[in-house]
């Protein structure tokens, strides 16, 4: 989950999209790096928001992060953990979490769903695979496992505090949504040419 943050220009998510259509160009917004999680959500959002804004993208988050607390960059997604502390400073405004719910580290931020926006969901995720090869009873027992560990409530408890949302689904659901996730980062990628760093 990634939070939509912006300088101090822009009071909501409406504005933002609202400005940069009437302003194209004169917005930038900052990224680690081409092709990375906070490049390809940007343009998804440019794509369904129809707005253009200029991506400089950085070697890695902290440099992007001091640029944007400096003025030299609008706007930006970001993992909430990496900016609560400057969201929570007053020197970055947060407008939008990029999940179908707020986040309980930042419950004051609205989601992209809540601003009627579901299609820019975009995750940050952990999952765990194994070999096509493995035998259907080792994975019944490991997906079995790994759902009772990750639902403990002392689990759930540290992964939130870290930004994550434990859903522990089973390896049908995850081979389906893993397939859609793929679709549709592909959609972006041919959409707006960006190529990894």
Known sequence: MQVNVTM???DDFK???GYARDNPRRISYASDGSGSASHLTMELLKSEAKIFTVHIPYRGFPPAVTDMLAGNIQAMFAIIPGVLAHVKAGK???LAVTALKRSELAPEVPSVAELGHPQL???AWIGLLAPASTPPEVLTRLSAETVRSMTAPDTRDLLGKQGFDVVASSPPEFQRWIGAESAKWA????????TAD
């Open 8 to 10: 101090h220009m822009l």
């Open 121 to 123: 969901e975009s995750l």
């Open 187 to 194: 959609r972006v990628i041919r959409a707006s040419g960006a």
């Open 92 to 94: 970055m405004k947060a």
């Open 15 to 17: 504005s933002y999209i």
